[in-house]
């Protein structure tokens, strides 16, 4: 087994976060509050918080 450098939870979040941001950019106005539920997110403002650091930006730093 290859090493990729992250803890696996950590790995697990980046996946996490993938599908959420998948999500947020395929649908026309998204609910940061529904995506945040359907992906396994304690709620809205901890998908935020990934989205903070995974991103790099704020959510509404972003043009949907």
Known sequence: MQECGVRPK???DIVRFQG???ELYQQASPSFADIA???GYYDQSHLIQHFKRYYGMS???ICW
Do not use: K
């Open 37 to 39: 539920i359907q992906y």
């Open 59 to 61: 959510p509404g730093q």
């Open 10 to 12: 950590e790995l697990l």
């Open 20 to 22: 959420a941001l998948r």
